[in-house]
Each structure stands twice: as structure tokens, then as C-alpha cells.
């Protein structure tokens, strides 16, 4: 096999503006530190590239959602830094976490259960305050299952900590409930969001993961978190558009004059959903090119009226400063990030 041409869609990645961002939410998190949340390969950013640069910037704590996802991440941290989300399903698990000695996050008796007969060992606890997801009942943390753990972080998560929710206090009082019951060595509670909700939610360690990676979830956080990926797609073609000429499947636009068009290696199956057709644009040194019809699988067409320079193969810039890009589509900006495809060359 030859080596491969370049490709025609990147991913660019500003590693310093990765490491101000862990640093500034480190910062925010007052006495206590900020660990990083890793999973689904940094947000689809990049485990290879991501950690590292996070690891040089002080994290030293990293949370992974599955255990596919701890070897990619122990080639960069220390087993006792990673905790699995997930915790073990199975034995399986906890043979691959006593012999990698990576952390289970654990979540229910079950989990414990399974835990302690496998061996146990230092394992985290999730607690469930209120967001009914993964995690033990408040009634269920003095079952003998849970004595018996030895617990080195005791964590719960947020539901609404990017508004200003009163579950945020109610959660919080539980929380402080179970860290009266359960002995453990650390406590954590607050994501990304939850860093801005001030020093009562911050305990001795805060699991940032959407803020890192360039999300501003709420105001708190504005100002603060630099944009981190920038998606970058090639012209493929250039052509001329007619009066009366429509572009794309269902010939959504008609062009009302001559026009040039450019046609561009970026589609939905890349993670450029189709919420992007008729309002978004891509850029060209600065110049805003927008959209024209739908987006299809591996291409879109923008109006290249405003730069008659452009050329095929020149690159064009996908706007992705995440609040304004989720506030054009309706996507969630965890989901801008972590649909952005394979075919970007990261
Ligand atoms: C994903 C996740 C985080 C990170 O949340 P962000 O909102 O991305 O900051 C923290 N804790 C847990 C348990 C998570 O699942």
C-alpha cells in the first residue's frame, strides 16, 4: 500500500488553549483540584493528543466512561489516576481493573458486590443525588456491600448545573449527607458547570470535561474557556451557478443570479449534521461563506460569491466557537464536539 494523500478534511487542536482551559477551570475550583473527564476519546478531540497535554498542563486525575477506553489513556497517566465510569459489569472487569490497576467507579450493591468478590481493592463510589442515572441510593449506602469497599473517591454528578436550579441545592445537601456516611479519602461532585456554582460544590476535586475542550455550559463560565477545536474541510470543486439553477437533494435553493459555488468535503457523515443546511456558513480567510441546500453525506456547497481568490483544495474554516455553533443548529454543544467524524485527520 502506498502512503496515503492528504486528506481533505482536519481537525486542528490548540493545545494551549487546552491547557489554559483545564488550568483556568483548576483555578476556579478553588482548594480543590480538577481532575479531567476523557471519555469517548476526549470528547472525539483525541485521547493521543488530548492527555498528554492535559497531563503536562497539572491534571492528575482522568475519568473514562468504558473500559475499551483505559488503554489509550494509560499510555499518557498512571493506573491509579483513571477511573472507570461504568464501573464492572461483569467478572471480566474486574479482572482487567485489578490487573491494570485502574479504578472502578462503582454504582450499585451489585457492582459491589461483584467488586469485593473479585478481590476489591481501592475502588471510587457514585452515590446517587437526584439525577437517577448511574449510582447507589442514599438508602443503600449503609448496606454491609458498601463497609466493605474500601473508597477512595466518593463522587456524585450534577443534573441541572448548567441552570440555576434548585436541585443544585438539593443535591448538594445530600451529597454532604453521604460524605457523613461513607469514609473515603476524596469527595468530588462538580462537572464542568458545576465549578461555577461556587466553593460549597467544589469538596477536594471537580471532574471537568464539556469546559476543557472549548464548552461554555453557563454565564459563570464565560470569558473564562478558550475555543480548543477548529474543523477545518477542502474545497473539492468550484463551479457556476445560473439564475433558475438549484443545488443539492430536494433542490432546496434556487439561485435568483450567476453565482460562483464551492463545493466542500465536509457532510453529515463527518459530524456536520444537517441542522448546518440553509443557516450555517464556512469561512475562508475570514469571509463568510454560507451554506446553499442541504448538507449531504460527504459534501455541502457554499456561496463563494464574496471570495473570487478561492481556489480548489484551499481550505475553508467550519465556524466552531461551540456556544454559537449550538445555538445556530439546536445541537448540544456535547454533541457538536463528539460527532465530529474519522475522516478528520486529527
Ligand atoms: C461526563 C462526566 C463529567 C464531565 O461533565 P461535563 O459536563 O462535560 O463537564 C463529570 N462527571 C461524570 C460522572 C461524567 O459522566
Redesign the pocket.
Known amino acids: 500500500m502506498p502512503d496515503l494523500p492528504p486528506p481533505s478534511l482536519r481537525l486542528r487542536l490548540d493545545p494551549g488553549a487546552l491547557a489554559a482551559n483545564w488550568r483556568a477551570l483548576d483555578r476556579m475550583s478553588g482548594a480543590a483540584r480538577a481532575g479531567a ?1 476523557v ?1 469517548a476519546d476526549c ?1 472525539g478531540l483525541g485521547t493521543e493528543r488530548c492527555v498528554p497535554v492535559l497531563r503536562e498542563a497539572g491534571a492528575a486525575r482522568f ?1 473514562v ?1 468504558h473500559w475499551s477506553e483505559v488503554p489509550a489513556v494509560l499510555r499518557h497517566a498512571d493506573p491509579a489516576q483513571v477511573s472507570v ?1 461504568h464501573g464492572p459489569l461483569a467478572q471480566a472487569d474486574v479482572v482487567f481493573a485489578r490487573e491494570s490497576g485502574v479504578r472502578p ?1 462503582i454504582n450499585s450493591l451489585h457492582q459491589a458486590r461483584l467488586w469485593t468478590a473479585g478481590g476489591g481493592g481501592p475502588c471510587d463510589l ?1 452515590v446517587d443525588t437526584g439525577i437517577n442515572r ?1 449510582g447507589i441510593g442514599m438508602a443503600e449506602l449503609s448496606d454491609p456491600a458498601i463497609a466493605a469497599l474500601s473508597v477512595d473517591t466518593l ?1 456524585s ?1 450534577l443534573a441541572c ?2 441552570e440555576d436550579s434548585a436541585m443544585n441545592a438539593g443535591q448538594l445537601a445530600r451529597f454532604r449527607e453521604a460524605c457523613g456516611l461513607v469514609p473515603a479519602r476524596a469527595r468530588s461532585l462538580a ?4 465549578i461555577a456554582l461556587g466553593p460549597g460544590y467544589h469538596f477536594d476535586l471537580t ?6 475542550y472549548g ?1 461554555v ?1 453557563c454565564p459563570g463560565l464565560e470569558g473564562q474557556i478558550r475555543q480548543v477545536a477548529f474543523p477545518q474541510a477542502a474545497v473539492i470543486q468550484l463551479r457556476r451557478l445560473g439564475r433558475g439553477d438549484s443545488v443539492g437533494y430536494n433542490a432546496t435553493f434556487t439561485a435568483d443570479r450567476d453565482m460562483a459555488a464551492a463545493v466542500v468535503s465536509l457532510g453529515y457523515a463527518d459530524g456536520f449534521l444537517r441542522p448546518w443546511g440553509g443557516r450555517g456558513a464556512l469561512a475562508y480567510e475570514g469571509v463568510r461563506l454560507p451554506l446553499l441546500g442541504r448538507v449531504s453525506m460527504d459534501m455541502v456547497v457554499v456561496d463563494a460569491s464574496a471570495a473570487p481568490l478561492l481556489r480548489e483544495g484551499d481550505w475553508l474554516d467550519v465556524p466552531y466557537s461551540l456556544p454559537e455553533a449550538a445555538a445556530a443548529t439546536g445541537l448540544s454543544q ?1 454533541e457538536l464536539l463528539t460527532v465530529l467524524g474519522r475522516r478528520f485527520a486529527r
Do not use: E, I, Q, T
Open positions: 473527564a471519555k470528547y475519568f466512561a465510569l467507579v457514585m448511574l463522587m454528578h448545573a448548567d462537572n464542568s458547570a458545576g471532574r471537568p470535561g464539556l469546559s476543557l464548552g455550559p456535547y
